[in-house]
């Protein structure tokens, strides 16, 4: 079992930014991948980023390329997702989750709200 648990959502303005993290527990954290994800209000959630186990190797979907960085820190079993220039249409709740078997994000957080105003 892991256990994942955001925090760092707020209301910010246009061009802010916010850091989310997401501390684990239950498991070794470096032994899986991190990815960070986001649903706004009548979507399906999509994935926003991820992150290889030793933190060497990121992925992101284009519409935050270039924005948010994805990091984290195994000593800490914390992984973040820094969010610059932030736009309204970046406002939902973010979800982080763990990659323990291979391909699937077996465990997930319960979110954190973050809300972009124009």
């Known amino acids: 079992q892991v256990q994942l648990v955001e925090s760092g959502g707020g209301l910010v303005q246009a061009g802010g930014s916010l850091r989310l993290s997401c501390a684990a527990s239950g498991r070794t954290f470096s032994n899986y991948r991190m990815g960070w994800f986001r649903q706004a209000p009548g979507t399906e959630r999509e994935f926003v980023a991820r992150i290889n186990r030793g933190g060497g190797g990121t992925y992101y979907v284009d519409s935050v390329k270039g924005r948010f960085i994805i990091s984290r820190d195994n000593a800490k079993n914390t992984v973040y997702l820094q969010m610059n220039s932030l736009k309204p249409e970046d406002t939902a709740v973010y979800y982080c989750?763990?990659?323990?078997?291979?391909?699937?994000?077996?465990?997930w957080g319960q979110g954190t709200q973050v809300t972009v105003s124009s």
């Open positions: 989750a763990a990659e323990v078997t291979s391909g699937n994000y077996d465990y």
